[in-house]
């Protein structure tokens, strides 16, 4: 290997000292100083009557830019310290005063965007034809139509004060909950107490015995936390259809559509195509059971690896990240330079070690224009396009950098697009570079294991949860309510084709416990479709696709989901015809891998 990349991330960078530091500490203060003036300038501000107020409606803009930054940077500091560390208690008390400012700032839009949504339709239009509004016209707009979408001033304003220990504190206190659960199981006659994340890595074990021994540790130790878990996600969801209510909102998938740019019909489409080729998947499952040598998968084998004798490969993180610049390279020399970048400059937090949280991500930082990745690294092709995905995200945020910064808040569906891209890049390179059969057919599954990530998994967290929100308008659901919720959920996603399923999944995914983006399970099938059509168009394309993509990326942030995909693939998003065309690529893989396999 040329390079030794550090397995360990440097946020020193962005704030030196930890939890503890000083720089965060004055930049929060100095930052409060800002929030207030600009609480006081909204206050102040009288809603134009013609365009020669539209000095000072630019200024408040500016303003709640540089505001938002500092928050921005701190929340995403304060998450990669408690990420790191779950022990880390300083850096969940800063991120408590961070959610305050937070809801301040957002009490202080929404008073704003009111004003601004008073604006008579024809000053309106002459404004934003004004230098300095035609960029982000779009988002504006938005502004200016949810506003009217919500309840008034004083609603909105309990709402967003109330929020700070209803959605925020219920999040919180899961965080908190996962920090304690510990996973004690015994493999090969040793004991081994293992944080929930450690846990959740060894259920890709390549030996089922062992897969099921820390499942069955792994799910006692959520169902033993059964009801902190019940009365967290009751209380969280309960916070959130009584902000509905306030809000006159009916449909409890309105907001995560609205959050997510796009039409309901979209929604449907996709979803309804997947249903249409669920069998072939079912196929690939049973097929999968056989070449394990079992009568039907469990839930712990879905993603449990096909291991072949002298084909069990594994990558330092080394091997790895040089695998991720090369096939880049082949694609877009301006993305392997970025992850190059990513790994010399220390972006990346991968180490496998205790008290890590489990899972991974990418957040960033707005004022340092840079970002962080969070994942834990065992070597396994899977966890090599794991990194990928999340350098895909990584390269989104920095190809906008120096877009207008209201420009740079895309949605999570456009998000998952570019980190999905990214990890199918290395996914398909990894299949086709592969020496031997045996060595195709493991990594074959393993990309296909991300179509039945997509398709069933993330399938069954969308039912769970579409049916959990109208149960709990009823009432709080026990825990063998949510129990029987989630498995009768995973049995529709899998078309029942497994033999034991996971119960307790609704408590231990954090993703439902998240505060700010409700229903945060479809944006993932979307981006992984999305970005099968992209890929698709890339490789037609070769290399004079690679601006075309980033164009793209840049106007993920200033258009819905429909116009982006008009403006370039020329497609229509509500139809059947893209979404059939993306998961006919998918089906590929599997016809391959079911003739590969036929004689095994």
Known sequence: MSKEYSLVWDLDSIYSGGSSSTELQTALKENKQELDQFVQNVKDWQIPENTDDASTFLILINQNADVARVLLTASSYLECLASADVMDERALELAALVYQHQSILKTAEDEWYEKFAQI?????????????????????????????????????????????????????????????????VEIDGEIKDLSAGQALNMLNHPKREVRQAVFKAYSNSWQENGRLFADTLNHLAGFRLATYEMRNWENVLAEPLSINRMEQGTLDAMWNVIREHKSTFVTFLNRKAKLLGIPKLSFYDVEAPLVFEGESKKYSFQEGAEFIIQQFQKFSPKMAHFAEHAFQNRWIEAEDRDNKRPGGFCTDFPVAKESRIFMTYDGAPGTVATLAHELGHAFH?????????????????????????????????????ATSKEEKITLLEDKIGRSIAFFMNIHARFLFETRFYEARKKGILSVDALNRLMEEAQREAYLDTLDEYHPQFWASKLHFYISEVPFYNFPYTFGYLFSLGIYHKAIQEGDSYEDKYIALLKDTGSMTTEELAKKHLGVDLTKPDFWESAVQITVQDVEEFLSLTEDL
């Open 397 to 433: 945020s920095y190809v906008i950098r120096d877009e207008p910064f209201e420009n740079t808040d895309y949605a999570m569906n456009v998000a998952e697009t570019a980190s999905t891209f990214a990890e199918m890049i290395i996914a398909d390179a990894s299949v086709k570079e």
């Open 120 to 184: 008579s339709d024809r000053v309106w239009k002459e404004i934003l034809q004004q230098n300095g509004f035609e960029q982000i016209a779009f988002v504006l707009n938005e502004a200016r139509t949810n506003r009217k979408k919500k309840g008034t001033k004083e609603v909105e304003k309990t709402i967003n004060a109330l929020s700070v220990d209803g959605y925020r504190g219920w999040s919180d206190h899961y965080d908190t909950i996962v920090s304690k659960v510990r996973v004690k």
